[in-house]
């Protein structure tokens, strides 16, 4: 196990294209998000390629991040004393989840593998070493990634590499669901799990109730941190602030739900409770935190994943705030 970690953190930049860190008002929410007491972001972002089956991954220049709007955001971000976790991502342009990139297991599928892997290593190591010049704190090297997974051999080559970039912490960020599908994760310092578990059992569900939705869970996954010896870190959390979302905590997309702050606050409040004291849990990176935040009177009417100005936003900041753990 590595030394004692832990990262009071929320997601912020995701969804915002070229130029959008640099604009006051991402500045004036990176100050807002600091005032919830969290002391780290991941800093997210993507890049596309075209479809699941392509084989190359570019930069467009129309949407993705800059690497001066990158350094722009990680020094504003240590301005306000937050440590930085760089976070590229890839989406797929047609629409399909970026877990179905892959290809056949078969003769042909070997060559798409390998120059998939190619440009994906290509990719990765070109935020590594924006991340060692900016001094990022840790970097993530995938994201729920779950077709390629399985491709041990590609992976562990990728990690070398980046070890030679970078020498800060590693972390992947796998999927809920699929801890048993990564078999290299003694390769990285951390387990990074998307932990969008459906915990409660109905909408508008109890605390109570979602402890034990949590109390289900904790088992496989301090199981998986015993196997490889490492902490676990949610490098994704969260549900919208709609009825229902908690037995959904992934949904972005059903507008139709109404507003339920109760529900939203129930889900982190039983996330921090069931893992906050657990010896092999490393922390929270919450999803996810807007460069550009509503008004604070809107907080009321706001059904997606974003805490400002309501309870959920009060529940993190009493335990970002009023708990001992100490951070990297």
Same mark, same amino acid.
Request: proline letters at 3%; one cysteine or more; hydrophobic letters at 40%.
């Given at each position: 196990m590595t030394s004692r970690s832990f990262f009071k953190g929320m997601t912020f930049g995701w969804g915002a294209k070229r130029g959008e860190y640099r604009q006051p008002y991402a500045v004036d929410s990176l100050r807002k998000l600091r005032e919830t007491g969290s002391e780290w972001i991941a800093l997210?972002?993507? *890049? &596309?390629? @075209?479809?699941?089956?392509?084989?190359?991954?570019? !930069?467009?220049?129309? %949407?993705?991040?800059?690497?001066?709007?990158?350094?722009?955001?990680?020094?504003e971000a240590k301005a306000q004393g937050l440590k930085v976790c760089l976070k590229p991502v890839v989406n797929?342009?047609?629409?399909?989840?970026?877990?179905?990139?892959g290809?056949?297991?078969?003769?042909?599928?070997? *060559? &798409?593998? @390998?120059?998939?892997?190619?440009?994906?290593?290509? !990719?990765?190591?070109? %935020?590594?070493?924006?991340?060692?010049?900016?001094?990022?704190?840790?970097?993530?090297?995938?994201?729920e990634m779950v077709r390629t997974e399985a491709k041990s051999r590609y992976w562990?080559?990728?990690?070398?590499?980046?070890?030679?970039?970078?020498?800060g912490p590693i972390i992947y960020n796998g999927n809920h669901g699929k801890e048993e599908g990564i078999d290299w994760f003694d390769a990285v310092d951390f387990i990074g799990m998307s932990a969008y578990y459906p915990v409660a059992k109905q909408p508008g569900d109890s605390l109570a109730s979602m402890l034990e939705g949590w109390a289900a869970q904790k088992p496989k996954l301090a199981a998986l941190s015993r196997k490889f010896g490492k902490p676990v870190v949610f490098m994704e959390i969260?549900?919208?602030?709609?009825?229902?979302?908690?037995?959904?905590?992934?949904?972005?997309?059903?507008?139709?739900?109404?507003?339920?702050?109760?529900?939203q606050?129930?889900?982190?409040?039983?996330?921090?409770?069931?893992?906050?004291?657990?010896?092999?849990?490393?922390?929270?990176?919450?999803w996810d935190w807007s460069t550009k935040l509503y008004e604070l009177e809107e907080a009321p009417a706001n059904r997606g994943f974003d805490i400002y100005g309501k309870k959920a936003g009060d529940v993190l900041k009493a335990y970002y705030a009023g708990k001992k753990r100490v951070g990297v």
């Open positions: 997210s972002f993507w *890049t &596309y390629q @075209d479809r699941v089956y392509s084989t190359s991954i570019t !930069f467009d220049y129309g %949407y993705t991040m800059t690497d001066r709007d990158i350094a722009f955001a990680v020094k797929s342009r047609d629409g399909i989840w970026r877990a179905h990139i290809f056949p297991d078969d003769a042909k599928g070997a *060559t &798409y593998w @390998d120059e998939w892997f190619e440009s994906y290593t290509n !990719f990765v190591c070109h %935020y590594a070493e924006l991340a060692e010049e900016l001094g990022c704190e840790m970097f993530c090297i995938g994201c562990r080559a990728l990690i070398e590499k980046v070890r030679g970039i970078y020498s969260g549900c919208r602030s709609a009825l229902g979302c908690a037995t959904m905590p992934w949904d972005f997309e059903h507008d139709e739900l109404p507003f339920h702050e109760e529900e606050a129930n889900f982190y409040q039983s996330a921090l409770q069931s893992f906050w004291d657990e010896p092999w849990f490393a922390g929270f990176f919450w």
